[in-house]
């Protein structure tokens, strides 16, 4: 099974408009979660990260992100997009704190429309 | 501070030829990485160094592929023959390396393309 699932390749919304990425993680890994944001032609970026403390998660950016056991869900929210935030978008595990590698889903590119 | 810092930016090779990547990780971080990114396979580890010493290297490919870390503000990773297979992106990343999760900040980036 995936350590990390993210669900859309692409995700549109209009400015203004409510964010929502979503990342699902096996149940078999520790809790330690990130999300990064990648700009064209550019590194990744940190915008928050989950290691056990509180759940919901307030990163850079406006984006936040909440932690659910239940649903081995970590999804990425913002409520109003900014055409800035075009990008994508990565959710990653620590799946091996020992061997410390992030594994990283498989992205999810966000446009948004004026 | 500077960030890391990757060289070259893009790097356009014929097969066979050796490539080297560089990197300078972030003053004072002790863990390093090596990442490649491709369309097929997404963003995957190939190697962790911490305190200069590589821990992880169960992500590099194959012999071809080599690291060296031989201080703590500079690493390698070579290529040798290198091949059409090889044209990623590769990222380096450090860390202060206290923890597991310290955060790791990336470079910009290596864009290999091998003819």
């Known amino acids: 099974a995936q350590s990390v699932t993210q669900l859309g390749s692409h995700v549109s919304v209009s400015e203004g408009a409510l964010v929502l990425l979503r990342c699902n993680y096996s149940?078999?890994?520790?809790?330690?979660l990130f999300w990064y944001v990648q700009y064209p032609n550019q590194g990744l970026q940190l915008l928050l990260k989950?290691?056990?403390?509180?759940?919901l998660v307030k990163g850079i950016n406006g984006f936040e992100a909440e932690f659910k056991k239940s649903e081995t869900s970590f999804h990425l929210t913002k409520p109003s997009a900014h055409m800035s935030d075009a990008a994508e978008y990565f959710c990653?595990?620590?799946?091996?704190?020992?061997?410390?590698?992030?594994?990283f889903g498989s992205g999810t590119r966000l446009q948004v429309q004026p | 501070d500077a960030g890391v810092i990757q060289s070259p930016r893009h790097e356009v090779t014929e097969m066979g030829q050796e490539v080297t990547l560089r990197c300078k990780p972030i003053?004072?971080?002790?863990?390093l990485f090596w990442y490649r990114q491709t369309m097929m396979r997404g963003l995957e580890l190939l190697i962790y160094?911490?305190?200069?010493?590589?821990?992880?290297d169960s992500g590099m490919p194959e012999d071809r592929f080599s690291a060296k870390m031989p201080n703590a503000s500079f690493s390698t990773l070579k290529i040798q023959p290198s091949e059409p297979r090889d044209s990623a992106v590769y990222f380096c990343?450090?860390?202060?390396?206290?923890?597991?999760?310290?955060?790791?900040?990336f470079g910009p980036g290596t864009r290999l393309t091998v003819l």
């Open positions: 003053s004072g971080h002790n863990s």
């Open positions: 990653a595990v620590i799946v091996d704190t020992g061997r410390r590698a992030l594994t």
């Open positions: 989950y290691t056990s403390a509180a759940t």
């Open positions: 149940s078999s890994v520790p809790p330690y």
């Open positions: 160094f911490n305190n200069n010493v590589p821990i992880d």
């Open positions: 990343a450090s860390s202060r390396g206290q923890t597991s999760t310290d955060t790791q900040y």
